[in-house]
């Protein structure tokens, strides 16, 4: 607002600087022009009446040949001007020639002029030079001061522009700065808010507008904050509604006297139950219980490492430095898991790296499966998406260990991505700030 309230004031002043100039040049031009016709004009009404031109004051002067130089710089718009007035005046003439020439020291002679008049004609820099051609009787001339052009209007013009944005800026920048800070504070706050933060509410301050909405977001975060409260017990309440007849039945299975039906009712169960964890951990991800501590990202990925080792699954570690870095870290955990998971199902194997870099780190999980097609590779971080549409538990789950991994990574202020490897096989990276 400042800003444009500041070319506004710079367009009205260059506009009026360029009228002020104009009628200043439009008022030194009819100082010159009329003392110059009336002057023409008493002389040629002299020499007309058998008189002389010159009345003693070597104003003007009749001479018999034009004596300004042809290689001068004419004015054209005087000449024109001193034409037209001298024709109205009734005075017949044939040429006009006006020219503007440095003053010489012998133009205001001290001995004619006396010495402070002389001194003060002096300090005009040019003079005017005008012949006028009288038809059969000779050249009028006449010489004149031509006024210098004001050296200190520029900045005359230049300190009342600044007083004006002194006068003006100094207020707006004052109520900017009163509108800006409350909302630029409502802006951090909006940007800072998570659910589980326990934060103040924000300060209602600034005009009445700014006031009124910070007070709307004021009661916003209490909704949302209410909301998330209400589905964390709804979520606990679902989770426990489920997991009781999970755990019923089985108990209940190991009633059944045939060994396969009795394990394929066990691995349902289990399946049932890591879809609801997969489920709840996902909808409660906005408002984690773990908060963020530092931790050894080497020594976190070579735990779950081993616990897939434990599994007899072919999962490799290349160990490497040690790599402080703060993050949630059972959350992480989950997420480098669910990678590592869909590595040893699709590939049959994995290979887990971390790459350090100067502000960031990357944690690689690479497999020798198939790959993914490239238009589907954001695809599969969508919750309840996978490539083989049949739900067989055979073929992997629901489809919701990418999008559970993708918002812990997010969460954690990092990204997640997958590429294919050329000559195949496919590399899960999580990207994460140091």
Do not use: C
Not at 38 to 67: E, K, M, Q, Y
Not at 161 to 166: C, F, P
Not at 290 to 306: C, F, I, K, Q, T
């Amino acid at each position: 607002m400042a800003l444009l309230v500041a070319i506004a004031l710079f367009v009205a002043q260059a506009i009026n600087f360029g009228l002020l100039l104009r009628e200043r040049s439009q008022l030194r031009f009819e100082q010159i022009v009329t003392p110059t016709v009336t002057r023409l004009v008493d002389a040629a009404d002299r020499i007309n009446s058998g008189g002389t031109a010159d009345t003693g004051h070597g104003h003007v002067r009749l001479v018999p040949a034009n004596p300004i130089a042809a290689d001068r710089i004419r004015r054209g718009s005087v000449e024109k001007a001193i034409a037209q007035s001298l024709s109205q005046a009734g005075l017949a003439t044939d040429a006009v020639i006006a020219s503007v020439r440095p003053i010489a020291s012998d133009d205001w002679p001290p001995s004619r002029y006396g010495r402070r008049r002389a001194a003060r004609l002096s300090h005009f820099r040019s003079i005017l030079d005008v012949a006028v051609h009288m038809p059969g009787r000779g050249w009028l001339v006449l010489r004149a001061f031509w006024p210098n052009s004001d050296p200190f209007l520029i900045w005359r013009l230049i300190a009342q522009t600044l007083i004006l944005y002194a006068v003006v800026l100094i207020p707006v920048l004052w109520i900017g700065r009163r509108i800006s800070r409350p909302l630029k504070s409502l802006a951090d706050a909006a940007h800072r808010f998570a659910p589980g933060d326990d934060h103040e509410p924000l300060a209602e301050t600034g005009p009445p507008d700014v006031r009124e909405v910070t007070a709307a977001f004021n009661a916003l975060r209490l909704r949302v904050i209410a909301m998330l409260d209400e589905k964390d017990r709804m979520l606990g309440a679902i989770g426990h509604d489920l997991r009781t007849p999970l755990a019923a039945l089985r108990v209940r299975i190991e009633s059944v006297d045939d060994d396969t039906d009795r394990a394929r009712m066990a691995d349902i169960i289990d399946e049932m139950n890591r879809t609801l964890d997969d489920i709840l951990s996902l909808a409660r991800l906005g408002r984690p219980s773990e908060p963020p501590v530092d931790v050894d990202l080497s020594a976190l990925v070579d735990a779950v490492v081993e616990d897939f080792r434990d599994l007899d699954h072919d999962v490799t570690f290349e160990d490497g430095q040690r790599l402080p870095i703060r993050l949630r870290p059972a959350l992480m955990r989950r997420a480098v898991r669910n990678l590592i998971e869909n590595a040893v199902k699709y590939g049959e194997s994995a290979t887990v790296r971390i790459e350090p870099e100067p502000s960031r780190v990357r944690i690689v999980i690479s497999d020798n499966g198939p790959g993914i097609p490239s238009d589907r590779l954001t695809d599969v971080f969508d919750p309840f998406t996978r490539l083989e549409t049949s739900r067989n538990r055979e073929t992997g789950g629901i489809g919701l260990g990418l999008a559970l991994a993708r918002a812990i990574v997010n969460d954690a202020g990092g990204i997640i991505r997958l590429e294919n490897r050329t000559g195949g096989g496919l590399d899960a990276i999580i990207e994460l700030p140091r």
